[in-house]
């Protein structure tokens, strides 16, 4: 009888390198899922933000604007920044060998802009979520 343990081990022993260059193709691939996941989650948070700002802002027309202008804050301000870092993200997409390090730059790039936006938004959030309770 042939001893079919002994080639099925040696057949599944990868070289170094082979197993180098698995683990580097898995790493490479995590980072594109993760790439491929932030730039989808941009697209549904700016998705979201739209509806907002259009569809609920409209049907709440009715509230005193100063009402009105603490639930809905510097929600332009935050679309119009979002907005131009998406097609940012999605630019990075064609350059698949530099696009981790391209959007880290771009992160870098709006780090100011999200943070001024950001700081109003965070601001007026506690009274918002007052106002909200209130109705």
Known sequence: MADFGAD???????SPEQEDQ?????SLLHQRLAIRELIDTEVSYLHMLR??????????????PGDLDIL????????????????GLQETACR???????IGNLFLEFQEEFEQVYKVYCANYDQALLLVKAY
């Open 8 to 14: 099925e081990a040696s057949s599944k022993s990868e």
């Open 22 to 26: 698995g683990s580097e193709d898995r």
């Open 51 to 64: 509806l907002c700002a259009s569809d609920i802002r409209s049907h709440l027309q009715q509230l005193p």
């Open 72 to 87: 809905f804050s510097n929600i332009d301000d935050i679309i119009q920044v979002s907005s131009r870092f998406l097609r």
């Open 96 to 102: 698949e060998e530099e696009q981790a390090h391209l």
